[in-house]
């Protein structure tokens, strides 16, 4: 068990984040184990390991230790590859260094990344991004609007409950209180978090079942499972039958979209109508109490009400 003194600074800049490269690292430990992450084996049936690659070298099977350098912190709420991709290769050689010095094991490509860190660097980035396009790419709208919605449900918890109610519904592995995060995690040490530090929250998909934190450095971080994991590769209902026969197919169609926040416009992308008449038909669905609008900055963002998760969730 890790212990970090969270102070009123640091749970004050309690933000999220999403990530391409968390969900990259996490998904290759999930097919170093596949067993033990039963709810992604149909993902796994279809990708091909990454073997013989500095990637997979520096990723062992859980419990051991992941090197930090592998997951600096994203820059915000938009997952951008190309830029994490860029941090990971202004790493510096020190550091690198000092966390394959950590992380204890001598394979060739290892002691060739150790040599020349640079060089190394800019094979795992070209390997990470050959791994994102062939196993994780072509998901990740899915994953996206999963990702989008939990955000929106643990940034809503945030401002209406404060910091104690969210980082308690983590994970069975984190608890905070008394102004003290506890993590369940091996072999692990962590120094507490100053006000000026504060501590991003990534919710990820592939860490499933458990959770993956880096307190070194300058920004601590916390990936953990968003909620709804298990439906991912669940087939998408259609709800073409009962449901659209009341609601109508397009009204359907946004209703099921709107699992995560979404504006019209980008529900118009997403469905083909016309943003004028997703309008009509969000209309008509607010006024039925089945969407709820929210504004998020410059955007008014839909999403499925409680009474319309229910009514899908029990659809024939």
């Known amino acids: 068990m890790v212990a970090i003194g969270l102070s009123a600074g640091a749970v004050a800049r309690i933000r999220f984040a999403v990530s391409a490269l968390w969900e990259v690292v996490a998904a290759v430990r999930v097919?170093?184990?596949?067993?033990r992450h039963a709810v992604h084996?149909?993902?796994a049936r279809r990708v091909t390991a990454p073997?013989?690659?500095l990637l997979w070298a520096l990723v062992p099977r859980e419990p051991a230790y992941l090197?930090?350098?592998l997951t600096p912190p994203p820059p915000g709420l938009t997952a951008d590859l190309g830029a994490e991709l860029a941090r990971l290769r202004a790493t510096p050689a020190a550091v690198v260094r000092e966390h394959l010095d950590l992380y204890g094991r001598r394979d060739p490509a290892l002691r060739h990344l150790y040599a020349d860190p640079a060089a190394g660097l800019d094979r795992l980035a070209a390997e990470i991004e050959a791994f994102w396009q062939a196993a994780v790419a072509p998901h990740w709208h899915r994953i996206r609007l999963l990702l989008d919605a939990e955000i929106f449900a643990r940034a809503r918890a945030l401002a209406r409950d404060g910091a104690a109610g969210p980082l308690n519904d983590l994970h069975d592995d984190v608890r905070w209180a008394g102004g003290t995060l506890s993590v369940?995690?091996?072999?692990?040490t962590a120094a507490d978090v100053s006000d000026g530090a504060g501590l991003v929250l990534v919710p990820s998909v592939f860490v499933w079942p458990s959770v993956l934190s880096v307190f070194a450095g300058d920004v601590p971080q916390l990936a953990y499972p968003a909620r709804a994991v298990a439906t991912l590769w669940e087939p998408r209902p259609e709800h073409t039958g009962a449901l659209g026969a009341v609601l109508g197919r397009g009204r359907t169609r946004l209703l099921l979209e709107l699992g995560a926040?979404?504006?019209?416009?980008e529900l118009a992308r997403r469905t083909g109508m016309t943003p004028g008449g997703v309008s009509q038909h969000l209309t008509a669905l607010r006024a039925a109490g089945l969407v709820a609008a929210h504004r998020h900055g410059r955007r008014v963002l839909n999403v499925q009400t409680p009474l319309a998760e229910a009514l899908i969730s029990s659809a024939p």
């Open 41 to 43: 084996r149909p993902w």
């Open 184 to 188: 369940r995690k091996h072999a692990c």
């Open 51 to 53: 073997r013989d690659t």
């Open 31 to 35: 097919l170093r184990d596949p067993g």
């Open 261 to 265: 926040p979404s504006s019209t416009t």
């Open 67 to 69: 090197p930090d350098f």
